[in-house]
């Protein structure tokens, strides 16, 4: 299946918008092979690679990590947008990171094998370092982007426009603006200034207009679209995992108690276990490693890697990191300190096994107290079987 | 602590956990031992709630009404409403913008004069009237 041709997308004709100069209508060729590379910056904050680091506030930055490198649906961000420069054919691609973010970034985040995360202390100039080491090895254009930018237009046909349009660097826009994803003629940027070249690029040069679906996930609200959007199939996203039912993801080595309630759509993360008697619904994510304890609501929420949610709660329109609540409905996050709530969790393997440890051991001393020979049942038995679950499709 | 009237309005601490929950029940206990106790407490200066701080909020409720009076909340800030709702106890109180609105609700409903003469289930019709009907 092609970058644009997913069934439930309805595609519109794709139209340029040209500002400044106008570009002839000419027959694009796309046999000719041309040496293609990105530059994926990760930061949600940026406005641009032109300066480095304006950080955004605590207010602005409310679940500690950048939206890039948190899983949505599986996977991060980063690694899907450098997948998607994998399959459009982009012979190198470097990830950089402001070394103010470093610590935030886990490795674990991307991937995929022969790819470095570089962390750098300027980006501006790290990134003009970058298409200058891409010219040299006979790489002619780039791209650069933001790794929190989503957007399912056709990279090729991006880059053929760039091409045709005989410019220095080629901005992307949509509807609601531009985007921080460029295309650049990496020997020009590397001998001019780059931050004159995508001056330019927003100024005289014509961009290209995006009608695809993008979304700049900019603030975690944004992260409750895609992940709705996804699981509603209104954009080319998809989970990982496997489809159960439909509309409920489940990945893999997740377990999820029969007396559960999963109500499509909502996706459950890679060995996540969620326990009985909660209800996941209304687009909910429960991403890996989370534990999801008894009777506990989720509601148009996501629960992001590795969070233990305890038991009884109603975690409604809200977005969940370790011991991090941010309420969208309020606007406000919170920081919980009681970890009998919600906290951060290394395993779900290792929190289970604490619960069965307190389960043996009130067995063991029900045992003695009755003095009668009792068979301890494991709880990994029948009840964490996926054909059983009360799973409405 | 002031009052408006019959009803007592209290500001709770800044930090409402186990310890200044102790401390806030103490004080708010010789008001919730008198017949019809009408509370409202004030969460304006509320910074940091725990468990064990909703758990005075719905002793103090559970108080209140074992004593056929009622217990609101006012100035609820967004974060104390979302720890509620996570928590579920959100729809058990009333809420109010401010503690003057909260005073001024007991008294809009006007209270019964004896209360115990009529039976909770009467309103006019009975289970008799029902299978009359039917």
């Given amino acids: 299946m092609g970058l644009n041709s997913h069934p439930r997308m309805p595609r519109g004709k794709q139209v340029k918008t040209v500002t400044g100069t106008e570009i002839p209508n000419q027959k694009r060729e796309r046999t000719q092979s041309v040496g293609l590379g990105a530059i994926v910056v990760i930061g949600a904050e940026f406005e641009g690679v032109r300066s480095s680091a304006p950080l955004g506030s605590e207010r602005e930055r409310p679940l500690a990590e950048p939206l890039a490198c948190i899983d949505v649906l599986g996977r991060s961000m980063t690694e899907r947008t450098v997948d998607r420069f994998v399959r459009a054919g982009v012979e190198v691609i470097s990830v950089l990171v ?49 790794a929190s930018v989503y957007t399912e237009t056709d990279l090729l046909d991006l880059f053929y426009f760039h091409r045709e349009a005989r410019q220095a660097a080629t901005r992307a826009l949509d509807s609601e603006g531009r985007l921080n994803l ?84 909502a996706y459950i993360g890679r060995g996540s276990k969620v326990l009985e008697d909660t209800l996941i619904t209304r687009c909910s994510n429960i991403e890996r490693g989370c534990y999801v304890d008894y009777g506990t609501v989720i509601e148009d929420s996501s629960i992001l890697a590795n969070t233990h949610v305890g038991i009884w709660l109603d975690v409604c329109h809200a977005v969940a990191n370790g011991n991090k609540l941010l309420s969208l409905a309020r606007n406000v996050t919170l920081e919980i300190s009681d970890r009998s709530i919600m906290r951060t969790i290394s395993s779900v393997r290792e929190e289970s096994r604490n619960n069965n440890l307190d389960f043996y051991e009130a067995q063991q001393v029900i045992t003695e107290l009755d003095q009668q020979e009792q068979t301890v049942e494991p709880r990994t038995s029948k009840a964490w079987q996926f054909g059983a679950n009360l799973i409405q499709g | 602590m002031y009052s408006r009237g019959p009803v007592i309005v209290m500001e709770l601490p800044e930090t409402l956990n186990h310890a200044e929950g102790q401390k806030f029940v103490s004080e708010l206990q010789p008001l919730l031992e008198v017949h019809r106790p009408r509370i409202v407490l004030d969460c304006s200066q509320i910074q940091h709630m725990d468990s064990a701080g909703i758990e005075t909020l719905l002793y103090c409720m559970q108080e209140a009404m074992k004593r056929d009076g009622d217990l609101k909340l006012a100035a609820v800030s967004p974060a104390s409403a979302t720890i509620m709702e996570l928590m579920r106890v959100d729809r058990l109180f009333e809420v109010f913008e401010t503690a003057d609105e909260a005073a001024r609700s007991f008294q809009a409903v006007a209270p019964l004069d004896d209360p115990q003469s009529l039976p909770w289930y009467s309103s006019g019709f009975g289970l008799a009237d029902l299978k009359i009907a039917s």
Avoid at chain 1, 98 to 114: G, L, N, T
Avoid at chain 1, 136 to 143: L, P, Q, S
Avoid at chain 1, 199 to 204: V, W, Y
Avoid at chain 1, 249 to 264: C, P, S, T
Wanted: proline share 5%; glycine share 6%; charged share 25%.
């Fill in chain 1, 98 to 146: 402001p070394v103010e973010m470093a610590h935030m970034v886990q490795p674990r985040s991307i991937s995929f094998e022969d790819l470095k995360i570089q962390v750098v202390a300027d980006v501006s100039s790290a990134v003009t370092q970058k298409l200058g080491d891409f010219s040299r090895d006979g790489v002619e254009h780039a791209f650069i982007v933001c």
């Fill in chain 1, 182 to 265: 460029w295309v650049v003629d990496c020997a020009k940027a590397y001998h001019t200034d780059l931050e004159g070249l995508l001056a330019q690029a927003e100024g005289t040069a014509a961009s290209y207009f995006i009608r695809d679906y993008v979304n700049r996930l900019t603030h975690p609200r944004d992260l409750r679209r895609l992940v709705s959007d996804a699981l509603r199939g209104r954009c080319a996203m998809r989970p990982s995992g496997v489809e159960l039912k439909p509309g409920i993801w489940v990945d893999e080595g997740a377990e999820i108690h029969r007396r559960a309630r999963v109500v499509a759509p």
